[in-house]
């Protein structure tokens, strides 16, 4: 079977990274889940790779921090998960380059569209850091702004849940899952799928979205190759 998108754009938890740990790494997942990203790189797909920091650390866990603070703070994760899974991409023989929101010197590249073109173009998985660069602003946001620029076919956002569903499966065991639903669905049902922010921007950038499971890496694969698998969210 062949891919049937040529540039996608995959968000990632930074939990997933953390596999049955409540923090940190297990690098056996990790292993697992670059194993399959550079599957789906080795059958020609331009990959761009956004990937929160929730198992190291989350804003909203700042207590009664500034809220610009906490965010820069989990700006600050995803980079640390990024060079993770950068160094675990190229030492699976996959060309990987990190870019980042936030000016860091010699950790990674500034990020600059054109030159994220140009890597994906050349077979790099290029990793996005630091989601917008912003705070207020959510992972999913910064990945929906990423696909957005760099053209994606699709939005992959590979989580802990199965799909979209109109409450929460892990709550309500009669939450009813949909195959198909719409960014404006999304928004009108308030449905907790990602920020308000991030659901606009798709919407408004006409961004596909595919939402699916991340407990078995190989849904990836399964995605890249067109598979019935998770909710498609259209706009």
């Known amino acids: 079977m062949k891919p049937v998108y040529k540039r996608i754009l995959l968000k990632i938890s930074g939990e997933v990274?953390?596999?049955?740990?409540e923090a940190g790494?297990?690098?056996?997942k990790v292993t697992e889940i670059c194993s399959v990203i550079k599957e789906c790189?080795?059958?020609?797909?331009?990959?761009?790779?956004v990937v929160g920091g929730g198992n190291i650390w989350r804003g909203r866990s700042g207590g009664n921090m500034d809220r610009t603070r906490a965010d820069q703070m989990g700006m600050l994760a995803t980079v640390i998960n990024a060079l993770a899974v950068q160094d675990t991409l190229i030492s699976l023989g996959t060309k990987a380059v990190v870019m980042n929101a936030l000016d860091i010197q010699r950790i990674g590249q500034p990020?600059?569209?054109?030159?994220?073109?140009r890597l994906m173009n050349e077979g790099n998985v290029v990793i996005f850091s630091c989601g917008?660069?912003?705070p207020f602003f959510s992972t999913d946001s910064g990945a929906a702004l990423r696909a957005a620029e760099l053209g994606a076919d699709i939005y992959f956002k590979a989580t802990n849940v199965d799909g979209?569903?109109?409450?929460?499966?892990?709550?309500?065991?009669?939450?009813?899952?949909?195959?198909?639903i719409t960014f404006d669905e999304i928004l009108e049902k308030r449905l907790n799928v990602m920020d308000n922010t991030a659901a606009a921007l798709a919407l408004n950038s006409h961004m596909p979205m595919l939402?699916?499971?991340?407990?078995?890496?190989?849904?990836?694969?399964?995605?890249?190759l067109g598979e019935n698998i998770g909710t498609v969210v259209k706009y």
């Open 111 to 117: 990020f600059n569209k054109f030159e994220a073109d």
């Open 17 to 21: 990274l953390a596999g049955e740990k």
């Open 41 to 49: 790189a080795d059958m020609g797909v331009q990959i761009g790779l």
């Open 25 to 28: 790494f297990d690098f056996d």
């Open 132 to 134: 917008t660069g912003n």
């Open 211 to 224: 939402v699916f499971n991340l407990t078995s890496p190989g849904n990836i694969k399964k995605a890249v």
């Open 164 to 180: 979209v569903y109109d409450s929460d499966p892990r709550k309500n065991p009669d939450a009813k899952k949909y195959d198909e």
